[in-house]
């Protein structure tokens, strides 16, 4: 493939991917911001302590911190002591906050319609060519 094509097939996935955001809807469809269903997303998956939250996620301890107390309010997840250190909190999710991070992780794995309209052949074309660019082959 030239350069010219592959810079046409990286716009166009970037374009796909961008103008079919699915944060907006998450966002709309459970009441809080995308940085807050993100935190609660990465509870779910893995109980941690607010420290290990902001550094994995990049960001400043007092932002999580606040973002985490707000997301205790909501009923979405709980502090508990850390069985080896009293001092430190373990962060998990309630029930609520599970059934709310499945229901993110459902709105943002659905497919734009855009991909859903192509016709069969063509959807398992792309499947192939973007398996080849994830998973490289062993001859490479």
Not at 98 to 125: F, I, K, Q, V, Y
């Amino acid at each position: 493939m030239t350069d010219g094509a592959a810079q046409r097939v990286w716009a166009a996935m970037r374009a796909l991917v961008t103008e079919d955001d699915r944060r907006a809807e998450v966002c709309a469809a459970l009441g809080m911001s995308f940085f807050r269903i993100k935190v609660l997303r990465r509870i779910a998956a893995e109980p941690t302590t607010g420290g290990l939250l902001a550094e994995r996620l990049g960001s400043d301890p007092p932002y999580v911190s606040v973002v985490v107390e707000d997301l205790v309010q909501r009923g979405l997840v709980v502090r508990t002591p850390d069985a080896t250190d009293r001092r430190r909190k373990v962060l998990s999710v309630t029930a609520a906050g599970e059934r709310t991070a499945r229901e993110a992780e459902a709105l943002l794995a659905t497919p734009p319609r855009a991909l859903t309209d192509l016709p069969a052949e063509h959807l398992a074309d792309l499947d192939r060519a973007l398996a080849g660019v994830l998973v490289p082959s062993p001859e490479s």
